[in-house]
């Protein structure tokens, strides 16, 4: 029996503010706001100044953001900063399911809202298209 009741899923990227509001809108996700909550943890002296930042005119954790599914049913998602850029090809993705013949209309949504097309795949009678979010952040329209 797993212990674990919910998860997140975290990307590590260069700017966790930008990549969040990209997967917010891919997925129809709220971006998660704490600004009272941050607030009153500098105000407890426990956060400071250098912890913080001014995003769309809100108060945020500079080094990270969060969006979540408004209905509670999918994962959480959070972006971290990282300093050092991505080595290699991600070793864990998200493929995106969408019906084969809606695909070209979700790349054209995804692709304006920053995402780009990278590649293609089929196995048997699958196919998928291989996409990258603004920071290169492998996915797949499934």
Request: glycine share 8%; hydrophobic share 35%; aromatic share 8%.
């Amino acid at each position: 029996m797993a212990i674990t009741e919910q998860f997140q899923v975290t990307f590590d990227c260069h700017d966790p503010h930008a990549t969040c509001r990209f997967w917010a809108e891919a997925l129809g996700y709220e971006v998660v706001r704490d600004e009272d909550m941050i607030r009153q943890l500098l105000a407890d002296g426990v956060a400071s100044e250098d912890d913080v930042a001014t995003v769309d005119e809100q108060l945020v954790w500079k080094d990270g953001d969060a969006c979540e599914d408004p209905e509670g049913k999918r994962p959480r998602m959070y972006f971290q900063r990282v300093p050092e850029p991505r080595p290699a090809k991600n070793r864990v993705h998200l493929d995106l399911r969408v019906p084969e013949a809606d695909r070209p209309k979700e790349i054209e949504r995804l692709t304006g809202l920053g995402a780009r097309r990278i590649g293609e795949g089929q196995q048997g009678p699958f196919s998928w298209i291989v996409m990258a979010d603004p920071e290169g952040n492998e996915f797949c329209v499934a």
